[in-house]
């Protein structure tokens, strides 16, 4: 089946540097990728649609400054967070699928911010 | 606006005991839904999903989930359950009309007692 791979699955970095983090689409090419974000005991918050070929939406409140986004082929979407802060540490999961069809997940990256 | 009530932030069955998890939705245009499962620290893995047609569907390990229009509820079910069904699922709703962005409900975290 579909396979959606996600790099690195766990960051410890210092308070103030850049991460970037990889969502590729391992089987199939998707020209839509989205971004999410887990905070701890809760649910999956949409972040940004990640769009090939063109910029990424974000959702409200999100910050595009902060979290880059780049979909520079139909396997690859990654997003930087930027100078980062311990408030950024939280758990973050892509999702590749086509149209309607089920959004196949990465298992997610966990980034803390000492 | 779009959203996902699954009312019951826990529950505890025992192993071969029956489980039905709750899936309220509210949402502007034809919906099609999803259940998914996460176990700590991992990524999501889809458990079965309606877009439309029969109204029962089957999923993997054995779980089945029935779409109710009248009742906007689309709940997961499973007839006896497993020690390592023990898990959180997250109920997820999307639309075409909305770029096909999922929304998650809060997530259910099912605990299993032997």
């Known amino acids: 089946g579909a396979v959606v791979s996600q790099h690195p699955s766990w960051v410890i970095c210092k308070s103030g540097t850049s991460v970037k983090i990889e969502c590729r689409s391992l089987d199939f090419q998707a020209t839509t990728m989205f971004w999410y974000r887990q905070f701890p005991k809760q649910s999956l918050m949409l972040m940004a649609t990640?769009?090939?070929?063109?910029?990424?939406?974000?959702e409200q409140g999100v910050e595009k400054d902060k979290f880059l986004i780049n979909h520079a082929s139909l396997t690859l979407s990654t997003l930087t967070v930027t100078s980062a802060h311990p408030e950024d540490s939280s758990f973050y999961i892509c999702s590749a699928g086509e149209g309607n069809q089920p959004q196949h997940f990465g298992d997610g990256t966990r980034l803390s911010i000492l | 606006a779009q959203s996902v009530t699954q009312p019951d932030i826990h529950i505890t069955v025992s192993e071969g005991a029956s489980l039905e998890l709750r899936c309220n939705y509210s949402?502007?245009?034809?919906?099609?839904l999803f259940w998914y499962v996460q176990s700590p620290g991992q990524g999501l893995q889809l458990l079965l999903k309606?877009?439309?047609?029969?109204?029962l569907v089957q999923g993997i390990k054995g779980f089945e989930a029935e779409f109710k229009r009248s009742q906007s509820s689309f709940n997961l079910r499973k007839p006896s359950v497993h020690w390592s069904d023990a898990a959180e699922y997250f109920c997820a709703v999307g639309a075409v009309e909305y770029g096909n962005k999922l929304v998650f409900g809060a997530g259910t975290i099912l605990r299993v007692k032997s």
């Open positions: 990640s769009n090939e070929g063109s910029k990424a939406t974000y």
């Open positions: 309606y877009f439309s047609g029969d109204t």
């Open positions: 949402y502007g245009a034809t919906p099609y």
